[in-house]
């Protein structure tokens, strides 16, 4: 299964998916560090849209080992999404789209300032970006909100669905 996760920065979207790929025993793909590597390498200071080409190649990669793979990036527009959904066609597994948001705004925005990169020489999109940011609406995805739950009630309750999800694809 791809399990492609999409949500602004600071909605715990990169919470969710390490704590369910490790549930899971999945395989984590996160754009973040991927696009980060294409600026440290000097080849270019803007990754555009190679960090999200690799990705789909890492993922695909491994979908067809057999591994379930956990999709992590902002994933903001329908474009993105819809080659992802491509990347599991092409390797023949059931994919589910998953975008994690945070419904309270004061919780978003604390979130979103004060976190820590984990990821040496990300620079992390201010409130304002965040923002501003151009987001297409999502159709289809399960929504996860991480406004006021713990990371456990979450993931058990995405696991449900995700599974619920698995068995109606076979």
């Not at 990169?14 to 490790?22: H, Q, S």
Request: proline share 2%; hydrophobic share 45%.
């Amino acid at each position: 299964m791809l399990i492609i996760f999409g949500g602004l920065p600071g909605s715990g979207k990169t919470t969710i998916a390490r704590a369910l790929a490790d549930r899971l025993n999945a395989v984590h793909v996160r754009v973040d560090t991927i696009e980060q590597a294409i600026r440290a390498s000097g080849i270019a200071d803007d990754a555009g849209p190679a960090g999200y080409i690799v990705a789909y190649g890492i993922a695909g990669d491994n979908l067809t080992l057999g591994r379930t793979v956990i999709a992590d990036s902002v994933n903001p527009l329908r474009i993105t999404r819809s080659a992802w959904l491509s990347v599991a066609q092409a390797a023949g597994v059931t994919a589910a789209e998953v975008e994690v948001v945070c419904s309270d705004k004061a919780e978003h925005r604390k979130r979103a300032e004060t976190r820590l990169t984990d990821v040496e020489g990300l620079v992390k999109p201010t409130w304002q970006e965040i923002s501003e940011r151009t987001y297409d609406e999502w159709h289809g995805a399960i929504v996860i909100d991480t406004a006021s739950n713990t990371v456990d009630a979450v993931l058990d309750e995405l696991v449900s669905r995700l599974k619920s999800l698995d068995a109606m694809n076979e």
